[in-house]
């Protein structure tokens, strides 16, 4: 600046000598208005002579300073769409990754990998980025948080929260020339202009936030580290429970040692010659669905079947037990119906509900082309038609090959009720016109 | 914009009625939708009913039942099933039933009961899909004015009076509920299945549901229901209007304490009006959404309108430059936060029933997967959701009038659509709307018209002496 220059202004504005290096000890110039319509004149007055390090502060949002600061419109919408679009398809791929490749979980049939289900994760995603997007990318772009501003230091500057306007232009615009931002302000108006020197407090981070920080980002690496550690060592130590509830008891559970008995066994054998209360089953034709034989012998008799002219594939194998022929419990209708409706719960899904052997189950393993899948006994074919009924009933209770035994889920009189739903089911398939009621056989004749 | 704004400069005196101009439109209004609704009745009457069997043997979208039927009965006549092609499928019902009887499968009842139902019962679908159409607008506009009311909004003044009128036109629309009440206490039950007879005998949940599905106790019910719009309607209108000529305070403050008290009876009488109306046509189903999702389109669609009819207010010159860019902008969140919101619960009601997977909740979306519904189905999730909320989701374009008047015209024709697909689907198993559809749409939107017009009559379109007007005039997005 020249001296020449300097005697334009009037003395009282000119609080101290304006610097020739405009970055020397001032980091901009700060003027006052008298209030928000001469605040906004002088913005535009500025804006128009080209500068852009530009601010106006006031105690209250004033409408259109905006466009008076020729301030552009912002990025930040179009980062959070670019972060929110980035978390929509990172949400989608962690579920395909977690659900369908690292640990597939079939679950009722459901697709490994469907939209609809991953839909709600996704969104929540996509909220969770673009939520911590809009407010870290604001707190960014403002240049926060800024430990120091030299504005602040100003004692004049304080009446900014109250009832005073100000305008600022920084000393690192490209523009920038002390002296004329100050005679620009004059120009506009402004009510008192001066220099803002440089702020005399760090502009840093204090050293002691800096290490609490650093403190804050160890300490939350030791629940990672931790879980890294457990993962890839083994240990002798029990685990640790943060809450016991009834984990560890006093008493003793199924095959532990005990020091309270000679033989060391928790568990207590039979004592010899007793049975468990509801282990009586007197009836062996009811319970067993046969009679078994002295010392366990295979009986000598096979039970004759009680159709003649059952073909000879049905004949009984050697050393089968004594089945019985005749339903040790009273034919009604009722345990018909309730055959049926045991027999479609536990029977069907692999049975057929025609006992073809062709349930659900069973064509979907073939389907899947499963190799140690064995197809289940079509229950109408003439091998079990000629089965006793004992024989069925066993095989229930006990299982058959693949198939395990129902005696755990099925009480026997059950049992039998699906024993004879399943007489049921083949007289179906194998009977003559004539045992058909009347009505029935006349929609049948109709059909042919 | 040029960022700061100059003084107000606002005329009450100002005449910001339509003037002569407003009789004239509702004469040609209401000429027009009288004329078209009684087309659609005719033209439903006499073309009803003739669904025609259409390349079902090439297309793998057909209705099963269909094909086995055709089939069968093509064995039957000794026939190529090619020779079927082009021919009603009510002359293959009566064949089948002459030559099966009952021994025809319940596919096929369910299946003909969809396809070819009287003409009678397609007018009365195209017309309910048209009132709930216009009478959810209109629900869309009470709704705003109460959350202004609760809210204590400023900025809405100036546009709040064209959402009064929409709501106060609720009272007259109770009148064009009459051709669907009327039939039903006659004993109707082409719309309302719960209404026959045949399947109240034979079908034990109608039966069950019987006490609240009856003609009666609807009547009674929707008599409710417009009655408590109506009160609140007028109740709204009327006080803003004395205002206009008194500018007394306490007529706000009497608006602002019936709104809560309002809002809680409307969120009761949308929903269950929507349970009546729209859920029961399909009385085996039931979706405890259902209500909340007719409301979330509702508010869509009255948005739209409101954007739409300011705009045509100014161009018309009655209303001056009160309404400005920031109106509509606020307007434009308004209607892009609401159209997600009808996203987000149209998707909660279908990720529930998908995930649970219950024959008898999927039922409803079933039949809106086949036969071509399915292309509907996509078509509201593309042009009811996605596409609006990119379309949407730019400041400058909620800025824009012209990108304002497209996105509100696209979304007033999805929401159109979205009812579409809510009811049709039920009577109909194609897709296609025909011109019964489209004339019993502008039909009821002519009359609509005409009674929103009426409802404005002489009165001014701008509360000129709101307390809060001020604001409202300086208001600023910031």
Redesign the interface.
């Known amino acids: 600046m020249t001296p020449l220059s300097a005697t334009l202004l009037e003395p009282e504005t000119t609080q101290q000598d304006v610097a020739d290096e405009p970055s020397g000890s001032v980091c901009g110039v700060l003027a006052e208005f008298s209030g928000p319509k001469e605040l906004?004149r002088a913005a535009?007055m500025v804006r128009d002579a080209g500068y852009t390090k530009t601010d106006a502060f006031s105690p209250f949002?004033?409408?259109?300073?905006?466009?008076?600061l020729g301030i552009k419109?912002t990025i930040l919408?179009v980062i959070v769409?670019v972060v929110g679009l980035t978390g929509c398809a990172g949400g989608l791929l962690m579920q395909w990754w977690m659900n369908a490749v690292d640990y597939p979980f079939l679950i009722?049939g459901?697709p490994l990998f469907s939209l609809?289900?991953n839909?709600?994760v996704t969104f929540e995603i996509i909220v969770l980025t673009s939520a911590f997007t809009a407010f870290l990318g604001m707190l960014g772009l403002n240049g926060l948080p800024k430990p120091a501003n030299p504005l602040f230091e100003q004692e004049r500057f304080r009446g900014v929260t109250d009832n005073k306007f100000f305008m600022y232009v920084a000393a690192d615009d490209p523009k920038y020339d002390g002296q004329e931002v100050v005679e620009l302000f004059h120009r506009a108006g402004a009510t008192w202009v001066d220099d803002v020197p440089n702020s005399t407090s760090p502009s840093r981070l204090p050293g002691a936030i800096k290490m609490a920080l650093l403190v804050l980002f160890a300490i939350a690496l030791v629940p990672p580290l931790m879980i890294y550690r457990a993962r890839h060592t083994t240990s002798e130590a029990p685990r640790f429970d943060f809450f016991p509830d009834m984990d560890a008891q006093r008493y003793r559970s199924a095959q532990q040692s005990s020091d309270l008995f000679a033989d060391g066994r928790a568990m207590r054998p039979q004592v010899a010659g007793t049975i468990a209360v509801g282990d009586f089953h007197e009836n062996d034709a009811f319970f067993l669905g046969y009679i078994p034989g002295e010392d366990d012998e295979a009986p000598a008799d096979e039970p004759a079947p009680a159709d003649a002219a059952a073909p000879a594939a049905g004949a009984p194998a050697a050393n089968e037990p004594d089945y019985v022929t005749e339903f040790p419990v009273e034919v009604t209708e009722s345990l018909m119906q309730r055959g049926q409706l045991k027999f479609n719960i536990y029977c069907a899904p692999c049975h057929g509900l025609a006992g073809q052997g062709d349930g659900l189950v069973s064509l979907r393993a073939i389907e899947l082309q499963q190799p140690t899948w064995v197809p289940p006994t079509n229950l109408i074919s003439p091998p079990v038609v000629a089965q006793p009924v004992g024989k069925i009933y066993d095989t229930i209770t006990n299982g058959r090959r693949k198939m395990s035994g129902y005696a755990a889920q099925i009480p026997p009189e059950d049992r039998w009720a699906i024993v004879l739903y399943v007489r049921a089911l083949q007289k179906s398939q194998h009977a003559s016109l004539e045992e058909i009621p009347e009505d029935k056989a006349a929609?049948l004749k109709n059909?042919k | 914009?040029?960022?700061?704004?100059h003084d107000i400069s606002f005329d009450p005196e100002r005449d910001r009625s339509l003037r002569d101009k407003g009789a004239q439109y509702i004469r040609a209004s209401l000429i027009t939708g009288l004329v078209c609704l009684g087309l659609a009745l005719v033209i439903g009457l006499i073309a009803g009913g003739s669904s025609q069997i259409d390349g079902i043997f090439e297309s793998s979208t057909a209705p099963t039942a269909l094909v086995g039927v055709v089939e069968l009965v093509a064995d039957a006549e000794n026939q190529d099933v090619a020779a079927y092609e082009g021919r009603p499928i009510s002359e293959i019902a009566a064949v089948a039933e002459k030559e099966f009887g009952e021994?025809l499968p319940p596919q096929w009842e369910e299946f003909l009961h969809r396809s070819t139902g009287s003409g009678w019962q397609r007018f009365q679908a195209s017309y309910l899909v048209a009132f709930t159409f216009v009478v959810s607008l209109s629900l869309g506009g009470l709704f705003f004015v109460l959350i202004q009311h609760v809210t204590r909004a400023g900025w809405s003044v100036v546009v709040r009076r064209i959402a009064e009128i929409m709501a106060a036109t609720l009272a007259p629309l109770a009148l064009l509920s009459l051709p669907i009440i009327i039939p039903l206490l006659l004993g109707g039950h082409a719309l309302f299945e719960w209404n026959n007879p045949q399947l109240i005998e034979t079908d034990e949940l109608i039966r069950h549901k019987r006490p609240y599905l009856n003609p009666g106790f609807f009547t009674i019910r929707s008599i409710i229901y417009f009655g408590v719009w109506a009160f609140l309607g007028s109740f709204l209108l009327t006080r803003s209007r004395a205002q206009d000529k008194t500018g007394d305070v306490q007529l706000t403050h009497s608006m602002q304490s019936i709104a809560p008290v309002g809002l809680l009876a409307f969120a009761l009488t949308v929903n269950f009006f929507a349970f009546d109306y729209l859920m029961s046509l399909a009385p085996h189903w039931f979706s405890a959404i259902y209500g909340v999702y007719y409301f979330s389109g509702g508010v869509v669609g009255g948005l739209a309108m409101m954007i739409l009819a300011c705009l045509w207010l100014q161009r018309e010159g009655v209303l001056g430059d009160e309404v400005t860019t920031e109106h509509y902008h606020d307007l434009g969140k308004l209607l892009f936060g609401f159209n997600f919101f009808w996203g987000y619960i149209a998707?909660s009601q279908?990720?529930l029933i998908?995930?649970a997977?219950i024959p008898e909740e999927t039922g409803w979306f079933l039949i809106r997967q086949e036969n071509g519904w399915t292309a509907v189905s996509l078509l509201l999730l593309f042009g009811h959701l996605l596409i609006p909320f990119l379309g949407l989701?730019?400041?400058q374009s909620r800025r824009n009038p012209k990108s304002l008047i497209f996105w509100s015209c696209w979304l007033l024709v999805m929401h159109w659509v979205d009812l579409y697909w809510n009811v049709l689907p039920q009577f109909s198993v194609s897709p296609w709307p025909g011109l019964v559809d489209l004339l019993a749409l502008v039909g009821v939107c002519g009359v609509y018209v005409a009674l929103v017009l009426r409802t404005a009559s002489q009165g001014a379109w701008l509360p000129i002496r709101d307390p809060r007007l001020n604001e409202s005039l300086?208001f600023?997005n910031?």
């Open positions: 906004l535009e949002p004033i409408h259109g300073m905006d466009d008076a419109s919408p769409l009722s459901k609809p289900a839909i709600p929609v059909q | 914009m040029t960022g700061h704004h021994e998707f279908y990720l998908w995930y997977n989701i730019s400041r300086a600023h910031v």
